[in-house]
């Protein structure tokens, strides 16, 4: 069922929320509204002043006809734009403010000369003040709007001249209402709209960068997820492998199925590592045999002598784990390696990991990094205060080095 | 893995000490390029048969046909060197205290069976050129050794390949990092190992279980004359 627009925004006040949505529709909108209740408004005020017009007019019939003229002109342009969402367009609306000015003109044929200024028998001036502003919305160059509002300006100026006791100061600050008014309207309804189109464009970044957000946190998810089943679906794969990758399939679907029930983000450490058992700080050493002891498919030589006794404090160790894991499927997918060689050592106030493979390595150059090194490692560690290089060459392997200070050294 | 070693002129005679009979029946026949092999099952036929060999290829595990009173692990080890032959330790052995026991007892290479053939062949050629060979994890104790004690006649450059070499960098990474030559990267390496062994041999056994984080008595039973594997 086609809803009418304006029943739809009846139905949003109804329901107790702002009538106006704040998007460049809804500024259309609320101009719309405004130009509608004016234009409305004057012919309101029209109508007591009417009976008296027609009886004062020297030409009734004229006059009569000037005023249904009127309402027929205004109820066809408030109906379109109440249909279209918007006012409408410089022609209608130039047309609208030349119809104005003629009524306007033609006063002395229909308006009683005494009752031109400050009477609403003399209703076209009211009415003009409408159709600038209307104008004024719609009429994007400046310099055409300042012609058609000096003519309405001169309009004005010509139909009151003639009348008696007229003070020239007094018409002047008249005429130059009209300039206020479509100055107003014109900036009242540019900011609207801009303020519009602003937050148009920033509810549409929002939305891009959760969306970004969203498949990030699903790729930090099921980036190792997807690398087990390649494997586990490659048939044949040695014996040895293919319980490493089941034992590392469980672990994934566990953390999977957490993750979609809300426990923990996608860069969780493992189920049953080190870091869930623990709260406080985890051992560094604890930490990289854990993530290792899930790849006993490669060749692993752990010389962590030099950081026997430091500890990481527990969210950094999550993402130390998971970084670790990351480099190792990533070893087992591309680096076609024989060995890799992981080697712990403290410099200064930092403790520092070094993961090198002798796999076919590649140019930084060249090569982009991809989703694991770049995005698992580099920046998963970098939240958490953990500087990551990666190195490596054509046929010279491998290495990623992660530093971060030493808990409780200053 | 090229380098001085690998540029070897002449073909090596090898013997293979190994009880494996598919290990002695094979390996030459994987590694043929390298040299001539002679094979045997255990030292006591190798010093009856006293072979005139360039290196010797020595398991460390040696019953595995059930025949017992026979030497091996670190005994074998300073057995055969005591008896005037290089020896490459070829071994499925990880334990630190058991592999610094080899190189105390005068072996001149450790290379574990799991290694690719390309780096067995390479510890064979460097081993018999009298270069030291050592695991990764040894390279490892080379630089806690370093660390806890600093080699006296380590100069910076060659500590800094120690350094390289612990964190598993290879030499055509080292030298193109460090802007030298492949084999000037290769002698340093030789060099610093040659020093970590004399480190080793000029210290006795409770000296480098306590600077080594090792247990009390790991190396000092590892070096009685006949201890098992």
């Not at chain 1, 008014?181 to 970044?205: E, F, K, N, P």
Request: hydrophobic share 45%.
């Amino acid at each position: 069922m086609v809803v009418h627009p304006v029943s739809r925004l009846v139905r949003r006040w109804r329901a107790g929320g702002p009538m106006l949505p704040t998007t460049a529709a809804g500024a259309e909108w609320a101009i719309v509204l405004a130009l509608s209740g004016v234009r409305v408004g004057v012919l309101v005020l029209m109508i007591p002043s009417l009976p008296a017009g027609v009886a004062l007019s020297e030409r009734p019939w004229l006059y009569s006809s000037a005023a249904v003229l009127v309402l027929i002109e205004t109820v066809a342009l408030v109906a379109w734009a109440l249909r279209r969402g918007r006012w409408p367009g410089v022609g209608p609306s130039t047309a609208d403010l030349g119809l104005c000015c003629a009524l306007l003109l033609l006063e002395f044929a229909y308006v009683p000369m005494d009752h031109r200024l400050g009477s609403w028998v003399g209703w076209p001036t009211s009415l003009v003040l409408t159709s600038v502003a209307a104008a004024a919305t719609v009429i994007r160059r400046r310099w055409v709007l300042l012609v058609a509002t000096v003519a309405v300006m001169a309009s004005f100026l010509v139909a009151t001249s003639p009348v008696p006791e007229r003070q020239t100061w007094n018409l002047v600050s008249s005429a130059l209402t009209f300039l206020i008014w479509a100055t107003l309207a014109r900036l009242l309804s540019s900011y609207m709209r801009r303020m519009a189109v602003a937050a148009d464009a920033a509810r549409t970044a929002a939305a891009s960068s959760a969306r970004d957000e969203q498949f990030e946190r699903t790729r930090l998810l099921l980036h190792d997820s997807a690398s087990v089943l390649l494997l586990l679906s490659e048939v044949p794969v040695a014996e040895p492998v293919t319980g490493a990758l089941r034992r590392q399939a469980g672990r994934e679907s566990v953390r999977i199925r957490r993750f979609l029930s809300g426990e923990v983000p996608p860069d969780s450490g493992d189920v049953d590592g080190p870091v869930e058992r623990q709260s406080d700080t985890v051992s560094l050493i604890g930490i990289v045999l854990h993530a290792g002891g899930q790849f006993t498919d490669l060749l692993v030589d752990y010389l962590l002598d030099l950081v026997d006794g430091v500890s990481v404090d527990a969210p950094r160790a999550r993402a130390v784990e998971r970084a670790l894991t990351a480099v190792l499927h990533n070893v087992r997918l591309h680096a076609e390696a024989t060995r890799v060689v992981i080697h712990g050592d403290v410099v200064g106030d930092e403790w520092e990991l070094t993961i090198q493979d002798d796999g076919r390595g590649f140019d930084p150059a060249q090569v982009h990094r991809g989703f694991g090194l770049e995005i698992q490692v580099e920046r998963s560690l970098g939240v958490h205060g953990v500087r990551a290089e990666v190195r490596s060459g054509p046929g010279e392997g491998t290495a990623v080095v992660m530093r971060a200070p030493r808990v409780g050294v200053r | 893995m090229s380098g001085p070693a690998a540029d070897f002129p002449v073909p090596l005679r090898l013997a293979l000490v190994d009880d494996d009979t598919v290990m002695r029946e094979g390996l030459p026949l994987l590694v043929p390029t390298v040299g001539t092999w002679v094979t045997y099952r255990d030292c006591d036929e190798l010093l009856s048969a006293r072979p005139d060999v360039d290196l010797i290829l020595l398991d460390l595990h040696l019953h595995g046909a059930g025949r017992q009173g026979l030497v091996e692990g670190v005994g074998a080890v300073r057995l055969v060197v005591e008896s005037g032959y290089p020896v490459c330790v070829h071994t499925n052995e990880r334990r630190r205290a058991v592999l610094l026991g080899c190189l105390l007892a005068g072996a001149r290479g450790v290379v574990h069976k799991a290694e690719p053939l390309p780096v067995l062949i390479d510890a064979i050629r460097r081993s018999a050129s009298g270069e030291t060979v050592m695991t990764q994890a040894m390279v490892g104790v080379a630089e806690l050794a370093d660390r806890r004690e600093p080699f006296p006649t380590l100069t910076p450059r060659q500590r800094e390949i120690l350094a390289a070499r612990a964190r598993g960098e290879g030499y055509q990474s080292i030298a193109s990092r460090m802007s030298i030559a492949r084999r000037t990267a290769e002698e340093h390496w030789a060099a610093v190992a040659a020093k970590f062994t004399d480190f080793l041999r000029t210290h006795s056994p409770a000296d480098l279980e306590r600077l080594l984080g090792l247990e009390p008595g790991d190396l000092h039973d590892w070096n009685q004359p006949h201890g098992g594997s």
